[in-house]
């Protein structure tokens, strides 16, 4: 199993540009967030989704959208850059059963916006 | 107010000593209790989980739970170089899977 994989990795941005990014999973995971991390902090929920055409919002929402048209994909789109989105994305996983508390993270992408 | 507090650090710790990590809370419909090491430039990986009050060990590290104080710690004994990294503790309600609430962090180091 490849776990959770999320790309880009790096990624600069103009404000005002639009980008996707990408996250899968390859464990039939129902659970799936997005989170954010900036520097010296914990993370941040933006979105997540708890199966397939079912998301909710986080706690940090604004200026992102999200979509889950299958269990293996949870992309997140920013409709409009910022400077202020400049941060550390992850995107984890969990199994609905007696674990599903337990979120597999990815590696992360790291953006930048100009 | 932030619902979940934890011990800024850093801390730096020879090898061998004990290393007590710990996190308050503010929210009593936290039930689930998880902590996370997190290398640099890495994605959090999960560590220890508990389920309401009491004490997990899995090896050299011990998880804490006191609901009545809204407090939990994580113990790591015998520390080694390689658990040098930023720990996290996170939270969660029972109808809130994948919406976990996580503290700041605390950087450990451990010299050799």
């Known amino acids: 199993n490849a776990g959770v994989t999320q790309t880009p990795k790096f990624q600069v941005l103009k404000t005002g540009q639009s980008m996707t990014l990408q996250c899968a999973q390859d464990?039939?995971?129902?659970?799936m967030s997005w989170y954010r991390q900036d520097p010296g902090m914990g993370l941040r929920l933006i979105h997540y989704?708890?199966?397939?055409?079912?998301?909710d919002q986080g706690e940090v929402p604004n200026g992102y959208n999200v979509s889950r048209s299958t269990t293996e994909d949870f992309p997140l789109r920013l409709l409009s850059a910022a400077p202020s989105q400049t941060s550390v994305y992850f995107c984890?996983?969990?199994?609905?059963?007696?674990?599903?508390?337990?979120?597999?993270f990815g590696p992360g992408t790291r953006l930048t916006v100009t | 107010q932030k619902e979940v507090e934890q011990d800024p650090g850093p801390l730096s710790v020879p090898e061998g000593a004990i290393v007590s990590l710990n996190c308050t809370y503010s929210?009593?419909?936290?039930?689930?209790f998880m902590w996370y090491r997190q290398y640099s430039r890495k994605g959090p990986e999960l560590l220890m989980y508990?389920?309401?009050?009491g004490n997990k060990e899995d090896g050299r590290f011990t998880a804490q739970v006191d609901k009545s104080s809204k407090y939990i710690s994580l113990f790591i004994r015998d520390s080694q170089p390689s658990d040098s990294a930023t720990y996290l503790c996170?939270?969660?309600?029972?109808?809130?899977?994948?919406?976990?609430?996580f503290g700041d962090g605390t950087t450990l180091t451990v010299k050799p």
């Open positions: 984890a996983s969990s199994y609905d059963g007696t674990t599903k508390y337990e979120q597999y």
């Open positions: 464990m039939n995971h129902e659970y």
């Open positions: 989704s708890v199966g397939a055409g079912i998301t």
């Open positions: 929210n009593s419909a936290f039930q689930y």
């Open positions: 508990t389920y309401s009050s």
């Open positions: 996170a939270m969660s309600a029972v109808t809130n899977a994948g919406k976990s609430t």
